[in-house]
């Protein structure tokens, strides 16, 4: 950071690989190892911001960027602390911000709320990583935070036989409406997911791929300025 008489000046680390989606999407296959060797490094990396007391409230694939283009040695980063904010034990944070579709349950009921915010999102991520499509979803915004608060996604979809029941299970435990029974840092690091102790396929229905081009090509034409973004009252 530099200052002069009149602004600040930042100077960021240049992102050559561009955000999660459009990464994954240049492939050409795709499969439930891969998606873990990204999500494991985004949870450690919040984990350590929530060991800071630091919660970053806008999880989502536009805000996970990678270093370069070559996928087999890029490092994938959490950008845009936009909304983030130190909270402790006494002071929970109450603004209602995010982005629908990976806002959690309790910043969308009023609800004080601390880190396993930022863990629900993370599954939302990964849910769409796994399936092609997101976990909850209308295009009215009151019916889709009803759908979230409630809880209401399944592994129905025909893409979800081939990912293994550890995934799934992974999953189900982080999109909990109650944050108390999320799975919390000790347990993220330890599930045997995570850990690599579940059989996953080496290859991925392309149907998967297809479904995620077709996701992120609406959510590309959908998407508003500033979509989320509200004026933080709670910062201190």
């Known amino acids: 950071m530099y ?4 602004y600040f000046f930042l100077v960021m680390e240049l992102m050559n690989g561009g955000e999660l ?3 994954i999407l240049q492939k050409e296959r795709f499969n439930e190892a891969e998606a873990r ?11 350590y911001c929530h060991e800071l007391g630091i919660i970053h409230r806008d999880i989502k694939p536009e805000n996970l960027l990678f270093t370069s283009r070559d996928f087999q040695q890029a490092i994938i980063k959490v950008s845009d602390f936009g909304l983030a904010r130190f909270i402790d034990e006494e002071k929970l944070a109450t603004t209602t911000c995010g982005t629908p579709g990976y806002v959690a349950p309790e910043i969308l009921s009023q609800q004080p709320y601390k880190e396993p915010c930022d863990l629900w999102s993370v599954g939302i991520v990964l849910f769409i990583l ?22 209401d996604y399944n592994f129905n979809a025909p893409s979800w036989a081939t990912i293994s029941a550890e995934a ?9 409406a109650d944050p108390e029974a ?11 997911w995570i850990l690599g102790h579940s059989q996953v396929s080496s290859s991925t229905d392309q149907s998967i791929l297809l479904k995620m081009r077709d996701w992120n090509s609406g959510r590309i034409r959908n998407v508003q300025p500033d979509e989320g973004q509200v004026e933080d009252d709670d910062m201190d």
């Open 21 to 23: 989606f459009d990464q």
């Open 3 to 6: 200052e002069d008489d009149k």
């Open 168 to 176: 799934k299970d992974f999953i189900s435990k982080l999109l909990v």
């Open 182 to 192: 999320r799975l919390n840092a000790e347990q993220i690091k330890n599930h045997p």
């Open 37 to 47: 060797d990204i999500i494991a490094p985004i949870f450690d990396a919040l984990i």
């Open 130 to 151: 796994l399936s092609g499509s997101p976990p909850f979803y209308d295009e009215d915004n009151f019916a889709l935070f009803d759908k979230i608060k409630r809880c």
